[in-house]
């Protein structure tokens, strides 16, 4: 066993090494100066158009979503636990300057996740449910041309099964262990009524939170899309207000080592000893491998998951939803992965070494359910930090069970694909409970690693489809009302 974990490390290691960070990043870049920044130039227009429109009236027909809760069905994978304890790994192990390459990261990744909402919407299809369905594996088969659909077969096999872990155990489990971190911040004992499950005495608590979830997703999933829509509408926001509120209160608390904070980071981009004012043993490469590293799992631009989330949108125009796949990366990374930043490194500037960051080792959320405790009180910090976790998780396990089933379903064919993917959600129900109780470190490097390898058929199309991205977008904005 330790031979395979040690073989599925390495493979995990290649996958998110230099090669697919700069492809990610590189193909951001292309898109970007090739469209002249519409994710900086357009900006505006697309706050306006998107969140301007949250609360207005939108309307959904038969298989399809509102904009709206398109969006907020890709953020609902997006926003997970690695908005906090990724990001507060990344820091800890690239040092402050992380912050700052998450940041450039997120900038271009704007552009990148426009790109494949886009060529969602322009190359969709309708299944035989009638409900819409696109992605990476059609806009491969549709705008490529059947030549190309082994590419697409390539990712949704990947996409298929990552799901099970980048979307299924490793969240359930952080669920489970954030949940039993707040029992016994509140004095009980989460480990004190034990049960035997494969070889090991698991808490009981951990069961029956992989039981109660596996109900919940169970419920939405078997709603169909229209009902994952209308579920992710409302978690989403709330889940993102309630952690950005009481991230607020502590950086607020913090407000005067602020400067200081943003010194760090700027410094610790290109030197970490300067920011750390030591020899920590992290290098530039480090800093800079942890911070694109964690910007692109985060915001999952260029990934190719979020499209199949927006392809069910009710908009017909490509670009129009497009401007979400910006808003999407904006709120993922610059705001959400900015405020556990902040927490981080301000309560570090306050409290120094009370802090325990062990520079250039590893970080988990405990660290931030520390800083938020030494403001709020360490009862409610590990509650805040405990609801944040596990409605991330939980929003997270919704949208990954429809990635995986879209994926599946197309392996399956049109005809049979709809039919026998509700085996795929059978068996993505039965792993949660799983999940709660294993101690899943080697799951957590294998999904890392199918979630990278899904990336790579993706970034392919878009290179090969950026004009089509190109042409669509200038044929959009050379309508002149169109910019008011």
């Not at 926003?79 to 507060?88: F, L």
């Not at 489990?173 to 509140?186: L, Y």
């Not at 480990?191 to 698991?202: R, S």
């Not at 401007?323 to 610059?334: C, R």
Request: hydrophobic share 50%; net charge positive.
């Amino acid at each position: 066993m330790e031979k395979i974990a040690a073989i599925i490390k390495s493979v995990d290691g290649w996958v998110w090494g230099p090669v697919l960070l700069v492809l990610l990043a590189g193909t951001g870049i292309y898109l970007s100066v090739r469209m002249g920044f519409p994710q900086f130039r357009r900006f505006g227009y697309a706050m306006k158009n998107t969140i301007g429109k949250m609360f207005s009236k939108q309307t959904a027909g038969k298989g399809e979503v509102t904009p709206f809760q398109a969006v907020t069905t890709a953020l609902a994978a997006t926003v997970g636990t690695g908005n906090i304890a990724g990001v507060t790994g990344a820091i800890v192990a690239g040092g402050p300057g992380a912050v700052f390459w998450m940041w450039l990261c997120a900038l271009f990744g704007m552009c990148t996740k426009y790109s494949e909402v886009l060529l969602a919407v322009k190359y969709r299809e309708r299944n035989d449910k009638g409900d819409w369905v696109g992605g990476p594996m059609y806009y491969i088969k549709n705008g490529l041309g059947k030549n190309w659909t082994w590419l697409g077969v390539l990712f949704c096999l990947f996409g298929a099964l990552a799901a099970f872990g980048i979307g299924n155990m490793t969240q359930v489990n952080s669920i489970a262990t954030a949940i039993n971190g707040a029992i016994d911040a509140f004095g009980g004992n989460a480990a004190a009524n034990t049960v035997v499950l494969f070889g090991a005495a698991v808490p009981v608590t951990s069961l029956i939170f992989g039981i109660v979830v596996a109900v919940i997703v169970g419920l939405v999933l078997f709603g169909g899309i229209k009902r994952i829509g209308s579920v992710t509408e409302r978690l989403v926001p709330i889940m993102a207000v309630i952690y950005i509120i009481f991230s607020l209160i502590v950086i607020f608390a913090n407000v005067k080592f602020i400067p200081q904070t943003f010194g760090m980071i700027f410094k610790g981009a290109f030197n970490a000893e300067a920011a750390l004012g030591g020899a920590f043993g992290i290098m530039i490469m480090d800093t800079i491998q942890k911070g694109v590293g964690r910007g692109v799992f985060s915001n999952e631009a260029g990934m190719g998951s979020a499209p199949m989330a927006h392809a069910a949108t009710s908009e017909n125009e490509p670009v129009k939803q497009g401007l979400y796949g910006i808003f999407e990366v904006f709120m993922d990374t610059i705001v959400i992965c900015t405020m556990t930043s902040l927490v981080l490194l301000t309560s570090y500037c306050r409290l120094g070494d009370g802090l325990a960051i062990t520079w250039g080792g590893d970080g988990d959320a405990t660290l931030i359910q520390a800083a938020m405790g030494s403001i709020v009180g360490g009862k409610l910090g590990a509650l805040v930090v405990a609801v944040g976790l596990s409605l991330f998780a939980l929003s997270t396990i919704i949208s990954w069970s429809l990635y995986g089933s879209r994926c599946f379903e197309y392996l399956c064919g049109k005809k049979l694909g709809t039919r026998l993917s509700v085996f795929y959600k059978i068996v993505f129900l039965v792993l949660l409970p799983v999940g709660a109780t294993l101690k899943i470190g080697v799951v957590w490097d294998l999904a890392d690693a199918l979630n990278g390898m899904m990336a790579f058929p993706n970034l392919v199309a878009l290179l090969a489809l950026s004009g089509v991205i190109i042409k669509t977008t200038k044929e959009y904005f050379s309508d002149g009302h169109k910019l008011k």
